[in-house]
C-alpha cells in the first residue's frame, strides 16, 4: 500500500513539474498595442516646408522637411485630440504658398504618409 502511494506522488511530482516547465516557455506576454501614430512627409517640392499638426483648430509645429527629404516624426495617439480628426499643413520658407489636407481620422499604429510635390497644390497623402 505504501509502494501505491509513493508512486503516485511521484507521478503526481511529475505531472506538476511537466505542466511548469511547458507553461513557462509557451506563455509569452501579449505585444502591446501601439499608441502612436506616425507622419511622413516627403518633399519633391523645391523650397525647404515647415509642417504643421493642426488638432481642434491648434496648430502644432512638428518640424521642418528640407527639398528631396523626409521627414518621420510620431505622435501619441492619445495627444491628437478627442475625435482624432486632423490636418497637416506645410508652409513653405521664404513663400507666401501653403498648403492643407483634408481632414484625417487616424488610429493608433497608422502611417499618415504626405508628399508634397513640386507645385505644393498637387500634393497627395494616404492613411495606412
Known sequence: MADLSRRGS???LA????????GRGAATAPEPEPMTVAFE???QSSLDCAIY???????LRVGTV??????TVEKDWRQLGRGRHLRLRAEAIGSATRVV????QVQP????????TPDLRMSNWGVY
Do not use: F, K, M, Y
Not at 53 to 58: G, K, N, P, Q
Open 10 to 12: 511521484l507521478t503526481l
Open 15 to 22: 505531472l506538476l513539474a511537466a505542466c511548469a516547465g511547458r
Open 41 to 43: 512627409i516627403e518633399n
Open 53 to 59: 499638426l493642426v488638432v481642434d483648430r491648434i496648430s
Open 66 to 71: 528640407s527639398t528631396n527629404a523626409t521627414l
Open 101 to 104: 489636407t483634408d481632414e484625417l
Open 109 to 116: 499604429g497608422q502611417l499618415v504618409r504626405w508628399t508634397l
